[in-house]
């Protein structure tokens, strides 16, 4: 019995610390050894019989014998490192009346208080060869106390406040009881209640960290709620403890700030009614009776933030409708004429029409680079000479185009090697069409889409949603295709870099600078969209660092040093390097499968880069398989153990981040919007993989586990992510024939696909996108080149359907503001801030599927018995992409382009 309820306890987190409680309360050990007992005389304070009068007999070397098999059994039946050894409440009457204790004392010249030490150091011995820490209760800083600091134990504190201070002084650990004890009338002494009932109150109040000086906190270990049998029978323990010492959790859970009992109530009352649902007799806080239905909410218990508001007339509609309609082009427009950049293409030529003079290029935050034939590398050994035929693409997220030219110009991209090589054909030397690579910006666009519709959609149908843990599903390819997407543009932002020359050093550094502006603005606008409570709420004890903006920005930054000062071998010699021979000689645009030298020549052009990203991934796996995590709720973990309470990406980023700047449990949003993919593992949820009330026996790392999807080791991978996209971008550049990209991109995306799907099944290494393991990396790298080849075909090579393309091309080429509109809660949070009468009365929740008037409303301590596939939310969400693509034409149409 005992053992299964160690392992009962276990599986859900929680450690069960044994108490042997000795030398005194030894009644019971006389019933089987009377010998090693005092007999007491009658004491007039005790009256709940002989419990607490009779002690051991520490001159007998029985007694220590049978303690010493006793402890034993205990180490061996509770695994956990401490142990309990009581030492309270000793009757040394009982030992002054006792004539063999006397002789002994006498012999010993000691005391009866001294007798107490001399038992506890043998006491101590036992534990020590048993390997385990010890607590005492606060006893035994009278009687004992030369022995508690060498011991490093740990004091337990249940009656007396002034011990407090004095445990702390001498630098002992300490564990409360004083004012939690569930068997007192009056918990907090002098401070009485009508109702029993209502001292769940006083406890909730007691603050432990209250006139502690800062320098001494970290010795408050925690505390206990105690219910002493004396007081209690098999029928009324229930009702005693629950849900009273649930206050006590929650005190010493929660900050001090957190301190107002009218809330906890309702989170008590729910508490309660589950219990109770359980079948557990357990006892009121105040008045009520639990509903039947699923809630498991307080019948008659005051209403809170959950509950719907009064319903709003038709006319209270119909105008928050028109404000909402008017509110929204007032958005669109400040937004697009604050941080948007007007195209002057039109103008510009206008004005150098007649002239000679080439159309100035629209300003960019990022490096500027020259889309028309230039010099970009002179020595004296060879010249090379470079058309490119691209647009100016922005590296980051957002995109800093200007308005593009018509789909219709040819494509003109050409590297032509000098000295000793063919002779520059003659459309090299003159200025080449530009050419606009409009499938970049599809699956930009697409991606953005992909994103709002699983995110909104996802927790309705679980099958689209992120994985609960190991493997892929739809949601886990937005991340990496963003990351992806950032490597294609930084390949075709730093492309006027020279590779050497003078003019090398002077470029490094502009771009450099450039990327470390452009990293920061973006870094910081994702922690005012998701490092706060809500946007433009920040507490900054416990901001959120990392988010999918402050990853992207990350990548952009660690990748964009790699380009812009790692060094390229553009040309060792005609025989080691022949990437253009698929088409250069011929100057066709269909020439057939290139050559495996071919293949790989792009690769031998950066090899520092690819040594970037190999450094990279073995870091992080290193790191996965080879910290030694420390057990973690009751779990014994060590090195490569990747399951959500036991990883080591969670380890260090709690040790850097800490919990309270990762996305759980303070994940920088509104907790009810929490998104823990691993709370949908069967442990955790009833109807995996979605997101529904917890099982009975629900582990404790579901609720309390830290948790960050974009963490610190994670970005690891996701940088190499970017790696991958930044080889699209420089096969972009440096290969003229569309067949030969595909070949060059489609060989190369296979391979990492098949090669992440055998790590994933026949190599022990899953697919997981929290960890961004190695197989995913590949994987969802992989996905993102083979969709680059799709839209590549659909888009550019084979016109297929623009009109269907159109929508998401929009959407990338104004990305960010898109995101912001969609995921950044900008536009939701201005909508919230217009209501009628209630702060629940809002445009946001009429607009949007909030739950207050329609959608899924689920949080954390409402969740549903099975996912809602909820079809109303389905066609929201399409028709919210609609709105996002038509606020994108509308941007495009009057060339308002966001940047950074």
Known sequence: ????????????????????????????????????????????????????????????????????????????????????????????????????????????????????????????????????????????????????????????????????????????????????????????????????????????????????????????????????????????????????????????????????????????????????????????????????????????????????????????????????????????GILARCVGQADQD???????????????????????????????????????????????????????????????????????????????????????????????????GFTVALMIFVDNVGEAFPAIHHTPWDGIRLADFVMPFFDFLVGISLAISFKSIPAQGEQRGKRQMDAFRKATVRFLKMFLLGVLTQGGINFMQYDLQQ???????????????????????????????????????????????????????????????YPLHWLGGILLVAAHTAVLYGVDVPPAFGLPCGRGVLTPPCNAATYIDSMILTPDHMYYPANGGEPSSNDITFQRLPECSTCSPGKCQPPDDAPLWCTQGPFDPEGLVSSLNAVVTTVLGLHVGHVLLAVKSPIARLWHWGVASVVQVVVGLVLHYAANMPMNTDLYSLAYLLVSGGAAGLMVCVFYGLVDMWPFAPALWAPFKYMGMNAITMYLFAEGDVISWAFGCFYIGDPDRSLANLLWPTGVYWGDASDNDNLPLHPSHNIALLMWTLGYIAVTALLAWYMFKHSYFVVI
């Open 543 to 605: 901001i959120r660092v990392m988010g999918i903006l402050q990853r992207v920005a990350v990548c952009y930054y660690v990748v964009a040093l790699m380009e812009i000062f790692l060094p390229r071998f553009p040309a060792a010699s005609p025989k080691s390097y022949s990437l253009l021979e698929d088409s250069a000689a011929t100057g066709s645009a269909s020439t057939g499968r290139p050559s495996l030298r071919q293949l790989t020549a792009i690769f031998r052009q």
């Open 1 to 332: 019995a005992v053992q299964g309820i160690v392992e009962f306890a276990r599986a859900r987190g929680v450690r069960v610390v044994a108490e042997l409680e000795v030398p005194g309360h030894a009644f019971s050990w006389g019933l089987a050894f009377p010998n090693i007992t005092v007999a007491c005389p009658p004491l007039p304070d005790t009256d709940i019989g002989p419990i607490n009068t009779v002690p051991l007999n520490p001159t007998l070397e029985q007694t220590y014998s049978v303690v010493q098999q006793v402890l034993q059994d205990m180490v061996d039946l509770f695994p956990d490192t401490h142990l309990h050894l009581g030492g309270d409440e000793v009757q040394i009457e009982c030992w002054a009346a006792d004539p063999g204790i006397q002789a002994w004392l006498a012999a010993n010249n000691k005391t009866a208080q001294e007798l107490v030490a001399v038992f506890a150091a043998r006491l101590l011995d036992m534990a020590k060869a048993a390997n385990r820490s010890t607590v005492f209760w606060e006893e035994a800083l009278d009687n004992m106390p030369n022995l508690l600091a060498p011991s490093k134990a740990i004091l337990q504190l249940w009656d007396r406040e002034s011990e407090f201070q004095t445990a702390l002084d001498l630098g002992l650990s300490v564990l409360l009881s004083d004012s939690w004890y569930l068997d007192r009338q009056e918990p907090i002494t002098g401070v009485s209640s009508w109702f029993w009932l209502d001292t769940w109150a006083q406890m909730y109040g007691v603050e432990p960290l209250a006139q502690v000086r800062p320098e001494q906190q970290a010795q408050i270990l925690g505390g206990e709620a105690c219910m002493w049998s004396e007081q209690v029978s098999a029928l009324s323990i229930h009702e005693r403890v629950w849900p009273r010492a649930s206050a006590v959790a929650e005190r010493l859970w929660s900050p001090a700030a957190v301190n107002d009992p009218g809330e906890a109530a309702q989170r008590l009352g729910r508490f309660r009614c589950r219990l109770a649902a359980d079948g557990l007799p357990v006892g009121p806080i105040w008045a009520d009776y639990c509903s039947a239905d699923d809630s498991g909410g307080p019948a008659n218990s005051q209403p809170d933030s959950n509950d719907s508001p009064p319903p709003l007339s038709s006319g209270a509609v119909a105008a928050l409708v028109i404000l909402a309609f008017f509110l929204g082009l007032a958005c669109a």
């Open 346 to 444: 039109e103008k510009d030529k206008g004005k150098n029409k007649g002239k000679g003079k080439a159309a100035p290029q629209p300003a960019a935050t990022g490096v500027s680079t020259a889309a028309l034939a230039s010099n970009i590398a002179t020595n004296d050994a060879e010249q090379v000479r470079v058309a490119v035929a691209l647009d100016e693409r922005s590296p980051l997220l957002p995109t800093d185009s200007a308005r593009p030219p018509p789909a219709s110009l040819p494509t003109a991209v050409a590297v032509i090697q000098g000295a000793g090589n063919a002779a520059t054909p003659a459309a090299a030397t003159s200025a080449a069409p530009r050419e606009r690579i409009q499938s970049i910006d599809v699956f930009r």
